[in-house]
């Protein structure tokens, strides 16, 4: 089982900045993969930003060049840099694990959710 902890949503203008940050406990050693999705009302949850544990990452494209994932595997947490602000960027967005073990083969892992409000 793997635990994840966001923080750092909150409330910024247009063209502003925020850096979210997940902190993963329990069986990290299993983790594969880590990520921000988010959720904007009304639409589906959406894939922000990933990073393998090679280090290899993605986005979406509606964040390349003002978002950046990063990972600091001693802290076992994950950022999401957020630079450029949109209001289209609004949502509440979930850190994500993926996670492999023997027993329960690859599972997927969600955080609570942090809200992030852009406002014009």
């Given at each position: ?27 990290i ?8 999705y ?26 390349k060049?003002r978002?950046?994932?990063s ?50």
């Open positions: 089982q793997v635990q994840l902890v966001e923080s750092g949503g909150g409330l910024v203008q247009a063209g502003g900045s925020l850096r979210l940050s997940c902190v993963a406990s329990g069986s050693f299993s983790i594969n993969r880590m990520g921000w988010r959720q904007a009302p009304g639409k589906q949850r959406e894939l922000v930003a990933g990073i393998l544990n090679g280090g290899n990452t993605n986005y979406a494209d509606s964040v060049g978002f950046t994932i990972r600091d595997n001693a802290k076992n947490t994950v950022f999401l840099q957020m630079h450029s602000l949109k209001p289209e960027d609004t949502a509440v967005y979930y850190c994500h694990a993926g996670a492999w073990s023997a027993r329960l083969g690859q599972n997927d892992y969600w955080g609570q959710g942090t809200q992030v409000t852009v406002s014009s």
